[in-house]
């Protein structure tokens, strides 16, 4: 089992920036073998959207809407997950999710919302 807790989201103007956190905890055993760390968002009305993620040691992939603008970043240990959000649009306004997967397991955080004023 593995628990999220996101932080950071906010209130911010556009071309300004913010930084969300993701919090894991849980067994050793699960919190080392997790494997995929990312970041999914959902604005009103719309469904739940890849943002970016980690997979093992790969590059990080990113949506082409955030490309060049987010950065998602993780400590050593597996115990937490970053996303910098740098020039933010108000279409990036959404609920942002953390999630992370142990041994095949999707786990997601309650989420933090994040809005953008024009």
């Known amino acids: 089992q593995v628990q999220l807790v996101e932080s950071g989201g906010g209130l911010v103007q556009a071309g300004g920036s913010l930084r969300v956190s993701c919090a894991a905890s849980?067994?050793?055993?699960?919190?080392?073998?997790?494997?995929?760390q990312g970041w999914y968002r959902q604005a009103p009305g719309k469904q739940r959207e890849f943002v970016a993620s980690?997979?093992?040691?790969?590059?990080?992939k990113y949506a082409d809407s955030v490309k060049g603008r987010f950065t998602i970043s993780r400590n050593n240990v597996k115990t937490a997950v970053y996303l910098q959000m740098d020039n933010l649009k108000p279409e990036d306004t959404a609920v942002y999710y953390c999630?992370?997967?142990?041994?095949?397991?999707?786990?997601w955080g309650q989420g933090t919302q994040v809005t953008v004023s024009s």
């Open positions: 999630t992370m997967s142990s041994l095949g397991r999707p786990y």
């Open positions: 849980g067994t050793i055993f699960s919190i080392d073998s997790i494997n995929v």
């Open positions: 980690i997979v093992g040691g790969s590059s990080p």
